[in-house]
């Protein structure tokens, strides 16, 4: 082989290992800018052993479930009565810290209507993405080292001083006019937040009673920027010539 091969090979060996090099470097800084809070639901409402919320009368009886990222609410509807059930969306809302969103459950074929004795699933618009400002100095936060990692800290809060407290409103009738609905009132609010860097994979199971937001910190968004900025000038650099 020749010398020129040779040094065309280890030209190539070098392009490649600074390639993987620089975008493992980029991945490391991306990946530790990024900030998550985990929020875990309660209310008054009974849970079921799959952490489900359960609100039930003689006609329906509805599941919460909030998992996902960003506040997706997730509710499964078991009609009882031998007629069909109607779900009037104009009537219903969810109010996050007293701010009503009518549009909700504003989807592209949303169910509205439920067979008698059967049941359905309705998911909402993801409705809270940003994080909520934890105070430390806050009197009525617990504040709580999680496993002993100082990079997740907890807060835990007590119904009246949570920072996020929600209502569900959803309007059922017997008829498809809607003239008679029945109203089922629910609320909600967190309990506890962590504050980690930690991602949903590496926390692994997800209960239908938390949620998270992610956040791509300030410094995250600059370093990435710049880390691609320099990724592309090195791989300028080391790229094998003509």
């Known amino acids: 082989m020749s010398a020129k091969n040779l040094s065309e090979k280890a030209s190539v060996k070098i392009f490649i290992s600074g390639r993987n090099l620089i975008l493992i470097i980029c991945f490391a800084l991306l990946s530790g800018c990024v900030q998550y809070q985990y929020f875990f639901i309660d209310s008054h409402l009974p849970q079921n052993d799959d952490k489900e919320f359960i609100a039930e009368n003689d006609t329906v009886m509805i599941k919460y479930k909030f998992s996902g990222e960003n506040l997706p609410i997730t509710l499964t509807i078991c009609n009882k009565l031998s007629k069909p059930l109607y779900i009037d969306w104009e009537e219903s809302a969810v109010i996050i810290n007293d701010v009503q969103i009518n549009d909700a459950f504003a989807l592209d074929d949303q169910i509205s209507y439920i067979a008698p004795l059967s049941n359905v699933t309705v998911f909402s618009n993801k409705l809270q993405n940003q994080f909520v400002l934890l105070d430390l100095n806050d009197p009525n936060a ?94 300028a650099a080391i790229s094998p010539g003509e």
């Open 142 to 235: 617990r504040v709580a080292l999680v496993g002993g990692n100082s990079s997740m800290v907890k807060f835990s809060y007590k119904e009246e001083s949570s920072p996020l407290f929600f209502r569900s409103i959803l309007a059922l009738a017997t008829d498809e006019n809607y003239s008679t609905p029945t109203f089922f009132d629910y609320s909600f609010w967190a309990s506890d937040i962590i504050k980690t860097s930690e991602g949903p994979t590496m926390l692994g199971y997800s209960p239908p009673n938390q949620f998270h937001i992610r956040k791509e910190t300030g410094f995250g968004k600059f370093m990435g920027w710049t880390g691609t900025l320099a990724a592309l000038i090195v791989l």
